[in-house]
């Protein structure tokens, strides 16, 4: 069963795989994180940061749509 965790994660993930694709050649998702440097590490949470705004926006819209 997939969780609203999980689809997080996943959108999470593959939001960044897609915009930092040269990081991911044949690693995993944490692998890549755990070997940034910290100006990459920031840059990335600020990317994330974003991401997660930009989908609490969007599901708030979709749940006062549903009221």
């Known amino acids: ?4 965790y999980d689809a997080i994660y996943s959108t999470l993930r593959d939001w960044l795989k897609e915009k930092y ?5 044949d690693k995993e998702f944490v692998e890549v994180v755990i ?3 910290s100006a990459e590490y920031r840059a990335w949470t600020m990317e ?3 991401l997660l705004n ?4 969007f599901a708030d819209g979709m749940a006062k749509q549903g009221e």
């Open 21 to 25: 694709k040269d990081k991911f050649k």
């Open 48 to 50: 994330a940061l974003a």
């Open 35 to 37: 070997s940034l440097s």
């Open 1 to 4: 069963m997939v969780t609203e």
């Open 54 to 57: 930009w989908m609490r926006k």
